[in-house]
């Protein structure tokens, strides 16, 4: 199973920051690792925590079988527990981002 957590991904664009494999988007409950175990051949989505997404318009969509989906509705099927959303900041605070990451 893939885990992505504790991210930060600043977006330039209003589109999906992802493409779930696995992702049933008439049925997320089942796209989720934990429903599915052992029921064969079932596929389900990496799980993902604690990430924070920032785009032009403040809002984080994935895309889920070429659909996309909210992060609150994802939210609500307990995928991406724990992440936000929010507008870009300014590339001045992105830049400091990246000096407290390196250590500058």
Not at 15 to 33: F, K, T
Not at 52 to 59: D, E, I, K, R, W
């Amino acid at each position: 199973e893939h885990r992505f957590y504790n991210n930060t991904c600043a977006m330039l664009f209003k589109d999906h920051y992802g493409d779930l494999q696995g992702c049933r988007p008439d049925n997320l409950d089942a796209s989720v690792c934990a429903n599915v175990m052992g029921d064969k051949g079932a596929q389900c989505v990496p799980t993902m925590l604690h990430n924070s997404y920032y785009t032009p318009n403040g809002t984080a969509l994935m895309l889920c079988a070429n659909k996309q989906i909210p992060l609150s509705e994802l939210q609500k099927h307990g995928i991406e527990q724990g992440s936000t959303e929010a507008s870009l900041p300014s590339d001045d605070e992105i830049v400091e981002w990246g000096r407290q990451i390196l250590g500058l």
